[in-house]
C-alpha cells in the first residue's frame, strides 16, 4: 500500500513537471501576414524614375517583426534593381505595424516593367513575402513628345483639318498644319494646362486641359477671331517612323459632313518615307509621293496641287487633305 502511495505520487509530481515545462514553452506561433494595400500613389502601380514609389500597408506577426525587406527588379533580362531594408525603428520589435513609405527610384533606373518583393521575417525566423508588378516611367518632358490634333470650325463651313505643335527649346514650339510656312510661338505648361501662342498678324492661340497623367482631357483653339473645336493628344517622339510598311483603310468625307469615298487605302512605303492612296489596293504606288516625318507618327506631303497631312494613334490613321476642297477621314489599320 505504501510502495503505491510513494508511486503514485510519484506519477503525480513527472505529470506535475511535464505540465508546467509544456506552459514554459512557445506556442506555435503563425507566419507573418502582410496586407500590401498600395504599391504606388493609388495603388496605380506605377512611379516615375528620380521620384519615389508610394509602399502602404499594415503587417501583422505574432512572433514580432525582425526586419522588412524590399527589392525591386527589372523584368525581362534586364539586371537592374532596387533594394532597401528595415532593421531598426518604428516596425522592428512590434507585433503589428502600419507600413508606409516612399521608395526613392534612382534617375539612372532605367524605364519599363519591374517586380517587386516585400518581406518580412519574425524573431523566430519566419518569413512571409508579397510581391507586385511596378511599372516605372519616365518623368514627363514635353520636349519628348509632340501634339497631334485636330480643328474644326464652330460656324461657317465645318470641315476638319489636322495640326502639330511640335516644342523646341527655350520655351519655343513650331505650328505645322496645312499652310505652306510653319509658325513659330511660345508655350508654357504647367500641372494641368499647355498653353502655345503665336502673337502678331497671324495671332493664335490654343488652350489644352492636362490631367495628373499629363493626358490631355480637353482643347481650345482660336486663330485671329475664328474659334474652332479642336482635339489634341501628346504622341512620344520616336526615332522609328510609326507609319513605314502600314496600310489603312476607312472612309473620307468632303467639306464636312459629305461621304466622299468608301473604302479609301492609305498605304505607306516600308523602306522610303513614300505612301499611296486610292480605292483599288492592286493599283496603289506608293513609291512616288514623299513625306515628311513629323515627330515619327505625323507625315505632312505638299505639291503645286495638293497637301496632305496626318498622324497614327493606336491602330487609327487620321488625315487631312486639301486639294481644290478639303477632305477628311479616320483609317483602321489593316
Not at 199 to 207: D, V
Not at 244 to 259: L, V, Y
Amino acid at each position: 500500500m505504501k510502495l503505491f502511495k510513494k508511486i503514485s505520487l510519484l506519477l503525480l509530481a513527472v505529470m506535475f513537471i511535464l505540465s508546467a515545462c509544456e506552459k514554459d514553452k512557445d506556442p506555435d506561433l503563425s507566419a507573418p501576414v502582410i496586407d500590401l494595400a498600395e504599391v504606388g500613389s493609388g495603388n496605380s502601380k506605377k512611379a516615375t524614375i528620380g521620384d519615389d514609389l508610394h509602399l502602404e500597408g499594415t503587417i501583422t506577426a505574432e512572433g514580432l517583426i525582425r526586419r522588412i525587406d524590399i527589392e525591386i527588379h527589372q523584368e525581362g533580362g534586364g539586371s537592374f534593381r532596387i533594394e532597401k531594408s528595415y532593421t531598426e525603428g518604428k516596425y522592428i520589435g512590434v507585433k503589428e505595424a502600419e507600413f508606409h513609405e516612399h521608395l526613392d527610384i534612382p534617375a539612372n533606373a532605367p524605364a519599363g516593367e519591374y517586380h517587386l518583393h516585400f518581406t518580412v521575417t519574425d524573431k523566430d525566423g519566419k518569413t512571409t513575402t508579397v510581391e507586385s508588378e511596378v511599372l516605372l516611367e519616365k518623368a514627363f518632358n514635353v520636349i519628348d513628345y509632340f501634339v497631334a490634333g485636330t480643328l474644326t470650325q464652330q460656324s461657317g463651313s465645318k470641315y476638319t483639318s489636322v495640326f502639330f505643335i511640335q516644342f523646341l527649346e527655350d520655351g519655343k514650339a513650331l505650328f505645322i498644319n496645312s499652310a505652306a510656312n510653319n509658325l513659330v510661338g511660345t508655350y508654357t505648361v504647367s500641372n494641368d494646362e499647355l498653353v502655345f501662342e503665336v502673337e502678331g498678324g497671324n495671332a493664335r492661340i490654343a488652350k489644352f486641359t492636362l490631367d495628373a497623367n499629363k493626358k490631355i482631357t480637353s482643347a481650345y483653339y482660336k486663330a485671329l477671331t475664328t474659334e474652332y473645336d479642336a482635339t489634341g493628344e501628346f504622341l512620344p517622339i520616336t526615332d522609328a517612323n510609326q507609319l513605314a510598311g502600314k496600310t489603312f483603310k476607312g472612309e473620307e468625307f468632303k467639306m464636312g459632313g459629305e461621304s466622299y469615298r468608301e473604302g479609301l487605302i492609305y498605304s505607306f512605303n516600308a523602306t522610303t518615307p513614300t505612301y499611296g492612296s486610292g480605292t483599288d489596293q492592286a493599283s496603289i504606288d506608293n513609291t512616288v509621293s514623299t513625306y515628311i516625318a513629323i515627330g515619327g507618327s505625323g507625315f505632312k506631303f505638299t505639291s503645286t496641287a495638293k497637301t496632305e497631312l496626318g498622324f497614327v494613334s493606336g491602330n487609327k490613321l487620321t488625315v487631312f487633305r486639301s486639294e481644290g476642297l478639303f477632305y477628311y477621314g479616320k483609317y483602321d489599320q489593316q
